[in-house]
Nanobody, 120 residues
Framework: QVQLVESGGGLVPTGGSLRLSCAASGGTFSSYTMGWFRQAPGKERELVASIGWIGHSTYLSDPVKDRFTISRDNAKNTVYLQMNSLKVEDTAVYYC?????????????WGQGTQVTVSS
């Protein structure tokens, strides 16, 4: 069973930066596509960023593509989300997720989430 543990959330002012980390254990991390999702109060969960198993294929959603960066270190079984120029609308619980190669677009494993709060 794969376990994902996020860290790095917190309270930051508008324009600040945070780096989220997601440490994986119990599976073949290097073969998984990794994603970061977020869910704000009253809103649906949305995909923010994803990165393929090699790390060369990345996706960033339109609201964050000029401010966030996703990366991974397969030697450390960790995926990162660097968030710069944070806005109030980035406030949400951020979740890390892992997707097996055979799972299509369905993510198989989820972390517990970490809160990011951006103050105005």
């Amino acid at each position: 069973q794969v376990q994902l543990v996020e860290s790095g959330g917190g309270l930051v002012p508008t324009g600040g930066s945070l780096r989220l980390s997601c440490a994986a254990s119990g599976g073949t991390f290097s073969s998984y596509t990794m994603g970061w999702f977020r869910q704000a109060p009253g809103k649906e969960r949305e995909l923010v960023a994803s990165i393929g198993w090699i790390g060369h294929s990345t996706y960033l959603s339109d609201p964050v593509k000029d401010r966030f960066t996703i990366s991974r270190d397969n030697a450390k079984n960790t995926v990162y989300l660097q968030m710069n120029s944070l806005k109030v609308e980035d406030t949400a619980v951020y979740y890390c997720a892992a997707r097996k190669p055979e799972s299509g677009y369905q993510y198989d494993y989820w972390g517990q989430g970490t809160q990011v709060t951006v103050s105005s």
